[in-house]
Nanobody
Framework: QAQLVEAGGGSVQAGGSLRLSCGASASIWNINAMGWYRQVPGNQRELVAT???????KYADSVKGRFTISRDNAKNTVYLQMNSLKSEDTAVYYC?????????????????WGRGTQVTVSS
């Protein structure tokens, strides 16, 4: 079953750092872009950062200069280093991949999402 598994969420005080990681299962391949999105209850899911297979990155304005996305293509893993965290960064962070995948015995291409990891920043 195609899966993205996130790790590294938790609670931290404002100004602190966290590092998220997300690994893709063997049922996901030919990954183009990977990235991180976040969602606060009652709000839409929003882009945090993305990175293509050749290393091009894109960041939300609210995290530029504080967050860094990176990727290990050999391991199909994406990372998000979050520094100088603010209370407004509190959200559930979701890993995303644009890839080919197997789900329930069928092959598809498109969006794959992780289950999310909670990040809580206290002021």
């Amino acid at each position: 079953q195609a899966q993205l598994v996130e790790a590294g969420g938790g609670s931290v005080q404002a100004g602190g750092s966290l590092r998220l990681s997300c690994g893709a299962s063997a049922s996901i391949w030919n990954i183009n872009a990977m990235g991180w999105y976040r969602q606060v209850p009652g709000n839409q899911r929003e882009l945090v950062a993305t990175i293509t297979s050749d290393g091009n990155t894109k960041y939300a304005d609210s995290v530029k200069g504080r967050f860094t996305i990176s990727r290990d293509n050999a391991k199909n893993t994406v990372y998000l280093q979050m520094n100088s965290l603010k209370s407004e960064d509190t959200a559930v962070y979701y890993c995303h991949a644009d890839a080919y995948y197997y789900i329930d015995g069928a092959m598809g291409k498109g969006d794959v999402w992780g289950r999310g990891t909670q990040v809580t920043v206290s002021s």
